[in-house]
């Protein structure tokens, strides 16, 4: 079952104030700008063009009135070639090809790539679209269910308190608003988690965590999307196909620098563990061949501690863990320890393996033996896949059969 939880308008209004006053400014009536013009129409961008937008009352408008940017993107590209490998109903990704072939030099230079990188960079920021939004088909800036901040859309409030912020001489205050509003509403589950077990009752998962929401066609959280520096650098805002890949491709990279600082392998991927448990499909990785890029692509959707650190052997046969730390213990109770050598991936080794089937504990990390190129199983929800339908295994080859369709882009580097 969903867990729906609600923000008033006046928890919201106490949020933007809070904010507000974290950054020095002060005096401001957020109510006043109600009836601002961008707040009022904020833009729903499909292959990068606004087609369609929303006003903050949920309702569609007609693209007959939908208003121009306000601030339009500092790069133009006059390039206009359809690719052939990309889909017919993508144009927006053949303009973002055109904008970084267009500009590669200054990309390039802010990147610290050369060409052959670039390219690269830019057909998987292309395919990591490609998975995330249908290569930005898909409508992710209206798609967000469960959570209603004082009855508005996440997205609406997040583009329109970046415009007020524009007002007030402060860019980033739609992105710090959802950091909190995320803030308050972990802080209310966390609290009622308390109360109930206080009570006797159970509330729920103890680690659930409400994150910020995630926009646009690679869905970045705006807080991860503001780091990058994309809109600063070159104009283009998380709803654009051409800001998002850009992001994918600044974000991408540094996790590659990151994997190569750790010390960790260009060889192919590798998961001892999950074929010693005879976990289906893991016996062999179909990634890019080079364990740096695929952990370093896999850092889109799966957290970066987990995948840019090298991985040592510990005390079990069965389990690696971080070498940067002494002790492991991923369970924390038996029940869900019993659940994971219960579920169909596992329960078939432990069956076999009775001796390990104990509650581990907590487990010493043999810190001087380290699994070269190991790549984590982890499992997780992801848009319409749940529970352990989807694995980081799953993601990138997905991505990666994306990345081996699109050499016809090369043509446009030459």
Same mark, same amino acid.
């Given at each position: ?16 104030? *809070? ?14 700008? *109600? ?22 009352? &949920? ?63 830019? *057909? ?25 901040? &004082?009855?508005? +859309? ?41 109360? &109930? ?56 990279? +540094? ?7 750790? $010390? ?88 076999? +393996? ?25 499992? $997780? ?20 059969? *994306? ?12």
């Amino acid at each position: 079952m969903k867990k729906i939880i609600k923000l008033t308008e006046n928890d919201l209004l106490t949020i933007v104030k *809070k904010v507000i006053e974290e950054q020095s400014i002060k005096n401001i009536d957020v109510k006043k700008f *109600k009836d601002d013009e961008y707040y009022n129409n904020t833009q729903r961008y499909v292959d990068n063009t606004a087609t369609s937008f929303r006003g903050l009352d &949920g309702r569609q408008k007609t693209t007959a009135t939908s208003p121009k940017p306000k601030k339009k993107p500092l790069i133009q590209t006059p390039l206009k070639i359809n690719y052939s490998c990309l889909p017919t109903n993508t144009v927006g990704m053949s303009e973002f090809v055109n904008f970084v072939a267009f500009n590669k030099e200054w990309i390039k230079k802010e990147l610290g790539v050369d060409d052959s990188t670039l390219i690269f960079l830019t *057909k998987i920021a292309i395919a990591i679209m490609g998975w995330q939004s249908g290569y930005g088909t898909v409508d992710k800036l209206y798609d967000i269910g469960g959570t209603k901040f &004082g009855g508005l +859309n996440p997205y609406d409030i997040y583009k329109s308190l970046n415009r007020i912020g524009g007002i007030l001489g402060y860019d980033d205050l739609g992105s710090k608003t959802v950091e909190k509003a995320a803030e308050t509403l972990n802080a209310g589950v966390k609290k009622l988690q308390d109360f &109930g077990s206080g009570v006797g009752f159970k509330t729920g998962n103890s680690s659930y965590k409400w994150d910020e929401p995630s926009f646009g066609p690679a869905e970045f959280m705006p807080s991860t999307y503001k780091k990058t520096g994309v809109e600063k650098k070159y104009g283009y805002g998380v709803e654009t196909i051409i800001g998002s890949g850009l992001a994918v491709m600044y974000n991408i990279y +540094n996790s590659y620098k990151i994997a190569l600082e750790n $010390g960790l392998s260009s060889s192919s991927s590798e998961n001892n563990m999950a074929k010693l448990k005879g976990i289906p499909k893991w016996d062999n990785i179909k990634g890019t061949g080079n364990h740096l890029w695929d952990v370093a692509i896999a850092t889109h959707t799966w957290p970066p501690e987990k995948m840019l650190v090298k991985y040592c052997k510990t005390n079990r046969p069965d389990f690696a863990a971080p070498c940067n730390k002494p002790t492991h213990k991923p369970f924390t109770s038996e029940s869900s320890w019993k659940s994971y050598i219960n579920h169909s991936r596992n329960s078939s080794y432990y069956t076999k +393996n009775p001796q390990l089937s104990k509650f581990p504990g907590e487990m010493k990390v043999l810190n001087n033996e380290p699994i070269p190129n190991y790549y984590p199983e982890l499992i $997780g929800s992801h848009g319409n896949y749940t529970g352990s339908q989807v694995d980081s295994k799953m993601i990138l080859e997905s991505i990666v059969t *994306k990345i081996s369709k699109l050499s016809c882009i090369d043509v446009a580097f030459k």
